[in-house]
């Protein structure tokens, strides 16, 4: 019978087993190693017939519970492959205290991804029956890891389903502690009998989530609440780049998980005039913002623009540049933070794709020198003759020893604002990133001229209707001299 889990039945499952949770905690503080000494508990092999999945990792414990009211305790552990034979031993039986002739035993069986999740494949609980101090029968034990997200478990030669014993406990209820249950079938002992195929759980993920970017370390996709975006991939103006998200008309959720990152990266965010014999002030105000590329590449491939991420100055006043006296424009860098993703889909386990993203996460602030930075190249470029700024581009005439004072600047772009090179994971090929200027009235030039030509000129890259909606600014004097 192959039964189909709703999230809420999955989270069911799930709060059933937390009792073996806080022994798998105990058991890392001291775990005991399985040999060939003490009672033969289990004898068992696990099969996996899902591509998805890798056939090493596992992890198989055997935990043993007391009657007269002591801890669980795991008293044997082994670590599998896909095809192998594993024994689990009670090396302790002998000094085992207990009322009942027989001794409750339960196994668990997870296993650990190359991305550092830690899933869940199924925990199974028997009573085996003793004669004086030795085991009646072991169970042979086969776990089959199913192509479809189950598993499935076969003791001694039968199938066993997935039973929880509800009876005088809340586990059977959902987790906001209703009085509703919520059962498949109910046998004559008060047990629930759910399946014979188990599902498959996710212990621990390293997934980064929520817009905080904090870390959840432990949790089920029935209990995850992903940001919703209207999109399969990241949609940045509704979700940040490294949030998860849920598949559309489909379920699961995608996740982009951090493989690399960079720190006080110098980028491109806007640019100062200097043509000759004046002063540009550049100062990236609070608030100002700078939208930058989230840039993707796809099997090895080269790197393209599949988004963008605007980032603002938060911090408590303004970067200031030192001032530009000449020669031409230069180029305003300051300092990002960038990091590089994967792109996992999580649903009952995780698997990752060869899918890379790289995106900006932080503004470092601070400033890089003009010549650090460089001179720009952004077009039609500083000193050019008054002639053809009056007939070609939106320009302002200013008489010598005047001012002028430019705050918006708003849609300029930079096709490449930082290129990245070392310690890419997902492919060789360096990734160049753009920015566009998001100021909205924060960033200002400030603009004095001096007393050596009768009048300067500053320009924009094309014709506009009002000073307000010039992107860029650019300089030149009545002899279109750009020297000192």
Excluded at 4 to 21: E, N, V
Aim: aromatic share 14%.
């Amino acid at each position: 019978m192959k039964a189909r889990f709703s999230h809420k039945g999955l989270l069911l499952i799930f709060f059933m087993s937390a009792f073996t949770s806080v022994a798998l905690a105990n058991y890392i503080i001291s775990q005991t190693t399985a040999s060939s000494s003490g009672q033969l508990i289990v004898t068992g092999d696990i099969v996996n017939q899902n591509p998805k999945l890798p056939s090493t990792g596992y992890m198989v414990e055997l935990f043993r519970y007391s009657d007269m009211g002591g801890p669980v305790s795991v008293i044997a552990t082994v670590t599998q492959k896909a095809g192998s034979v594993f024994n689990l031993y009670d090396q302790s039986i002998a000094e085992f205290k207990h009322v009942n002739p027989d001794i409750h035993y339960s196994i668990l069986v997870m296993q650990h991804l190359a991305n550092g999740s830690l899933i869940r494949l199924l925990n199974y609980h028997w009573s085996s029956e003793l004669q004086g101090n030795n085991v009646v029968n072991p169970i042979a034990l086969n776990l089959i890891v199913l192509a479809d997200g189950n598993v499935k478990l076969v003791v001694n030669g039968k199938v066993v389903p997935h039973i929880i014993n509800i009876s005088g406990t809340n586990t059977g209820k959902e987790p906001n502690n209703s009085n509703q249950t919520s059962l498949n079938s109910i046998g004559g002992n008060g047990q629930e009998i759910v399946s014979d195929e188990w599902p498959i759980y996710i212990f621990n993920g390293n997934h980064t989530v929520g817009t905080n970017g904090q870390q959840d370390a432990a949790y089920t996709l029935s209990s995850y609440n992903p940001i919703s975006v209207p999109s399969p991939y990241p949609n940045v103006g509704y979700a940040q780049p490294n949030s998860c998200f849920p598949v559309i008309g489909g379920e699961g959720v995608y996740c982009w998980v951090k493989v690399a990152s960079w720190s006080n990266l110098p980028t491109t965010i806007g640019e100062a005039t200097g043509s000759g014999y004046m002063t540009d002030i550049f100062s990236y105000g609070q608030s100002s913002g700078s939208q930058l590329d989230v840039v993707e590449s796809a099997n090895g491939g080269g790197w393209s623009v599949s988004g963008s991420w605007t980032l603002y100055n938060t911090q408590s006043e303004a970067t200031t540049w030192p001032p530009l006296h000449c020669c031409t424009n230069y180029y305003a860098e300051t300092y990002f933070n960038y990091e590089e993703d994967q792109l996992e889909y999580c649903y009952i386990f995780c698997w990752t794709y060869d899918d890379y993203q790289i995106w900006a996460t932080g503004w470092d602030g601070g400033d890089v020198g003009w010549i650090d930075a460089g001179p720009s190249s952004s077009p039609p470029g500083d000193c050019l003759p008054p002639s053809t700024v009056e007939q070609d581009y939106s320009y302002g005439q200013y008489a010598a020893g005047s001012g002028f004072t430019e705050d918006t600047a708003n849609g300029y772009r930079y096709s490449v604002a930082v290129t990245i090179s070392a310690g890419i994971v997902g492919t060789s090929a360096s990734a160049q990133i753009g920015d566009t200027t998001a100021y909205n009235h924060h960033t200002s030039q400030s603009i004095t001229f001096g007393y050596q030509y009768p009048y300067y000129y500053l320009y924009t890259n094309g014709k506009y209707s009002d000073v307000s909606q010039w992107p860029v600014l650019f300089s030149t004097n009545t002899q279109a001299y750009c020297g000192p």
